[in-house]
């Protein structure tokens, strides 16, 4: 079953590119979508999963070292989590130019 869900964080375009850019160019597993936006406050983004196990691999072992790094070096601290909005998800569709 899917997972999908959005967040916001308090970040700007420069710090995401930080993320990214240490990320590294391998997609997750289980990734279906990401899309990061603008807000007043920062970012949002929406994210789809295959499921919810792929999406806490990738948090635990990918994105917590990096967030650790990039955004307590921002920010001067690590924020808490995100609060997060679980989506129901009927459909997603992706291009075949997403990558």
Do not use: C
Not at 50 to 63: G, H, I, Q, T
Not at 75 to 90: A, C, N, Y
């Amino acid at each position: 079953m899917s997972y999908a869900f959005t967040y916001e964080v308090p970040i700007d375009p420069d710090v995401y590119a930080r993320i990214k850019q240490e990320l590294g160019p391998e997609l997750p597993p289980g990734m279906i979508l990401h899309l990061a936006h603008r807000t007043e406050q920062g970012l949002r983004y929406l994210e789809v999963w295959e499921s919810k196990e792929a999406y806490l691999e990738f948090v635990e072992n990918r994105l917590h070292p990096v967030i650790d790094r990039v955004v307590t070096a921002a920010l001067g601290f690590r924020p808490p989590e995100p609060p997060i909005t679980m989506l129901e998800v009927v459909d997603v569709w992706v291009g075949s130019s997403a990558a």
